[in-house]
């Protein structure tokens, strides 16, 4: 089992999630509350995989995450070069809790995010294989380019 997860850097300013507001703009402390949530969820990932492994459950595995100096604006699974599952994620602004202070936020929302599913086995072959080689190779555009480790 191989899962390579691509995460926005949250060291540098993004557009979004940024302060809302009055002061609208880059907020380190708005990043670092995304960055938190981020390590929290990519470990809860890494975590379980290696434990299928050393379960054996599953031969070998291998997780690997890199960040991209670029907004996460959708979610997108593909699994085994034969399927792919996309949603956009939709820019809200919503107030939270930073530090003991609320603050408004512009924040990309993914929790409840409508997945699209393109396969090479669909009806209409040519557009699900073109959907799944085009997802992939844009996937490793990134990966390979841009990508730095991971280091939470």
Do not use: C
């Not at 202070?101 to 512009?106: A, D, G, N, R, S």
């Not at 409840?112 to 009806?123: A, E, I, K, Q, Y």
């Not at 209409?124 to 085009?134: E, F, H, I, L, P």
């Amino acid at each position: 089992m191989t899962i390579r997860l691509m995460l926005s850097d949250m060291s540098q300013p993004v557009a979004v999630p940024s302060r809302a507001g009055s002061e609208p703009g880059d907020d380190p402390a708005v990043r670092e509350r995304v960055a938190s949530i981020a390590r929290r969820s990519a470990g809860q990932i890494v975590e379980a995989v290696r434990e299928l492994g050393e379960l054996g459950l599953v031969q070998k595995v291998d997780v690997t995450a890199r960040v991209i100096p670029l907004p996460m604006m959708f979610k997108m699974y593909l699994l085994n070069d034969e399927e792919v599952f996309f949603g956009f994620y939709p820019v809200v602004e919503r107030e939270v809790e930073i530090e003991g202070e609320t603050v408004p936020i512009f924040d990309a929302v993914g929790k409840d995010t409508v997945l699209f599913h393109h396969s090479v086995s669909d009806d209409d072959r040519a557009t699900g294989s073109q959907y799944v080689d085009q997802a992939r190779r844009w996937f490793d555009s990134l990966w390979g380019t841009l990508g730095r480790t991971y280091e939470p």
